[in-house]
């Protein structure tokens, strides 16, 4: 199993990214993906997760992130839309795996089996 994130990159406040996770040597009806990000300094932070079997996506409703993101999944992949990026959302961005449904909480990340490199984003002006 191998995932890896891409799509990071420097934006400027205000901006969008879309980041994609690429899944290889799994079943992604099987398997749900997580994505997770960590800020300099900071411990690593859950953001959501997309339900294999079904699609179903579990967001923070109520943090940082809300109403400014979107999960999707196409094929093999598994996309991040984030609109609307502030400098605090600056942080390594990285997809996980498991296989069945989203852990309870979703954001547990001791609950993910395989983790992929994550990638930079940064926002600044």
């Known amino acids: 199993v191998q995932l890896q994130a891409s799509g990071g990159g420097l934006v400027q406040p205000g901006g969008s990214l879309r980041l994609a996770c690429v899944a290889s040597?799994?079943?992604?009806?099987?398997?749900?993906i997580g994505w997770f990000r960590q800020a300099p300094g900071k411990g690593r932070e859950g953001i959501s997760c997309?339900?294999?079997?079904?699609?179903?996506?579990y967001y923070d409703y109520a943090g940082s992130l809300k109403g400014r993101i979107a999960v999707s999944r196409e094929g093999n992949m598994v996309y991040l839309q984030m609109n609307n990026l502030k400098p605090e959302d600056t942080a390594v961005y990285s997809c996980a795996t498991r296989l069945g449904g989203c852990p309870a909480p979703y954001n547990r990340d001791d609950f993910y089996v395989y983790w992929g490199q994550g990638t930079l984003v940064t926002v600044s002006s």
């Open positions: 040597g799994l079943a992604l009806g099987d398997h749900s």
């Open positions: 997309i339900r294999g079997r079904d699609g179903r996506t």
